[in-house]
């Protein structure tokens, strides 16, 4: 099968997800074409059978805002027409499904057939989508794709309060490929960070406001007064100025180390001992299963589809959305015994690996042979 996938070529969960499983399809034989405005951060290998096609968005004088949707239509118009691509996987709603649905009927006036399925990731539902400005169109893009899957139940169940939908949505949870993460850790790396032996949290997120990224630092100040412990701040965004700002307010700097958008998370993860996981809202959350790979247990706030992968009392515990003291306690209640820390890393990442790529992939396959055969 020829594939064209469309994405946020970024660090953010729907394009890390995109990429990983267009690289498990050419894995798997298909041929695979990315298509995006810059290269996917995890598109590192270019096996024979994996492509990348850049959209190019030139200024031009007369456009205050550059029409992307219709640069994108073209190019997915092009692509497919050249490269004869039997489908389209489009990831994140806006504008994604809707320019695939354009390049869509473009096409068929041109006599060429090509379906395409749209991959609900959360905030394209939960935030901007139910924004009233792109209610119609989403709504007509998901009702108009050949397929439609959302990252959790509860991302399903969001999408049908929320939007007038007249389709089936398929459910098909975040994956992980276990091969890339390991338990094992590096002691040299742990001593960088913990010199003394202390415990190590860590968050990993796009510090956006949805994430509530002062509440990991205000759980960390009320664990850091029971045990010694250091907290790893991955990721960068647009709270992390005002994030830091807490850490000094807080006087916890010393035992917070940022480090930006490093591309060896699975590194650090490994060494760590606890998640923590504070989002206002969450349709998955990516970054908590990546974590669980690792064997590292979560604490997070009970949210949208959190609950799906997060096990309570399993895999790490759940909380109210804002609710420091038990997040806190629930943190202590892992990491002060050792037995417990023990048990919780175990049962992470026995969770993690039942969200699989080898559980996963044929699930968006099936989808594919079914939206080929209609
Ligand atoms: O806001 C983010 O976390 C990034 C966002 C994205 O679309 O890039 O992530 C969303 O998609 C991920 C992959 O499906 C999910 O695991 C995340 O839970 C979801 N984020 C939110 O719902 C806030």
């Not at 029971?226 to 700097?253: T, Y």
């Not at 909380?319 to 049962?347: C, F, P, W």
């Given at each position: 099968?020829?594939?064209?996938?469309?994405?946020?070529?970024?660090?953010?969960?729907?394009?890390?997800?995109?990429?990983?499983?267009?690289?498990?399809?050419?894995?798997?034989?298909?041929?695979?074409?990315?298509?995006?405005?810059?290269?996917?951060?995890?598109?590192?290998d270019f096996p024979s059978n994996i492509f990348y096609h850049e959209v190019t968005v030139s200024k031009y004088?007369?456009?205050?805002?550059?029409?992307?949707?219709?640069?994108?239509?073209?190019?997915?118009?092009?692509?497919?027409?050249?490269?004869?691509?039997?489908?389209?996987?489009?990831?994140?709603?806006?504008?994604?499904?809707s320019a695939a649905y354009m390049a869509k009927k473009i096409l068929e006036d041109q006599g060429i057939i090509i379906p395409f399925v749209t991959t609900l990731h959360g905030t394209d539902i939960t935030l901007i989508g139910k924004d009233s400005s792109f209610v119609p169109v989403v709504t007509f893009a998901i009702n108009n794709s050949d397929a439609v899957?959302?990252?959790s139940e509860s991302l399903r169940s969001d999408t049908l309060i929320h939007f007038e939908i007249k389709r089936e949505i398929d459910v098909v949870a975040n994956f992980i490929s276990s091969e890339m993460y390991s338990d094992v850790v590096d002691e040299k790396l742990r001593k960088d960070f913990a010199p003394n032996g202390e415990k190590i949290l860590v968050?990993?997120?796009?510090?956006?406001?949805?994430?509530?990224?002062?509440?990991?630092?205000?759980?960390?100040?009320?664990?850091?007064?029971?045990?010694?412990?250091?907290?790893?701040?991955?990721?960068?965004?647009?709270?992390?100025?005002?994030?830091?700002?807490?850490?000094?307010?807080?006087?916890?700097?010393?035992?917070?180390?940022?480090?930006?958008?490093?591309?060896?998370?699975?590194?650090?993860?490994?060494?760590?001992?606890?998640?923590?996981l504070t989002s206002a809202t969450e349709s998955f959350g990516l970054a908590a299963l990546e974590a669980m790979a690792c064997g590292v247990p979560v604490v997070s706030t009970n949210t949208g589809g959190i609950p799906e992968?997060?096990?309570?009392?399993?895999?790490?515990?759940?909380?109210?959305?804002?609710?420091?003291?038990?997040?806190?306690?629930?943190?202590?209640?892992?990491?002060?015994?050792?037995?417990?820390?023990?048990?919780?890393?175990?049962?992470?990442k026995e969770i993690?690996?039942?969200?699989?790529?080898?559980?996963?992939?044929?699930?968006?396959?099936?989808?594919?042979?079914?939206?080929?055969?209609?």
């Open positions: 099968m020829k594939i064209g996938i469309v994405c946020y070529p970024t660090f953010g969960g729907s394009g890390v997800l995109a990429t990983e499983l267009g690289k498990a399809l050419a894995a798997n034989g298909d041929e695979v074409h990315f298509i995006t405005y810059d290269q996917p951060v995890r598109l590192k004088p007369l456009f205050d805002y550059t029409p992307y949707e219709l640069v994108l239509t073209s190019k997915l118009v092009d692509v497919v027409k050249y490269e004869k691509l039997d489908m389209l996987h489009v990831h994140y709603a806006i504008p994604h499904a899957t959302a990252v968050h990993v997120s796009n510090f956006r406001k949805v994430k509530r990224v002062d509440d990991v630092i205000k759980v960390f100040k009320g664990i850091r007064e029971k045990i010694s412990v250091k907290l790893i701040m991955i990721g960068d965004g647009p709270e992390r100025h005002s994030v830091e700002e807490i850490c000094r307010k807080e006087g916890v700097c010393v035992d917070v180390k940022f480090v930006g958008k490093t591309k060896s998370v699975e590194k650090l993860l490994a060494i760590s001992d606890l998640f923590l992968v997060n096990k309570d009392g399993i895999s790490g515990l759940l909380n109210d959305v804002g609710d420091i003291g038990a997040m806190t306690k629930n943190a202590l209640k892992i990491l002060s015994d050792e037995a417990v820390l023990k048990r919780y890393k175990k049962q992470a993690a690996l039942q969200f699989d790529i080898t559980k996963i992939l044929p699930q968006y396959q099936a989808i594919y042979s079914r939206v080929l055969n209609q």
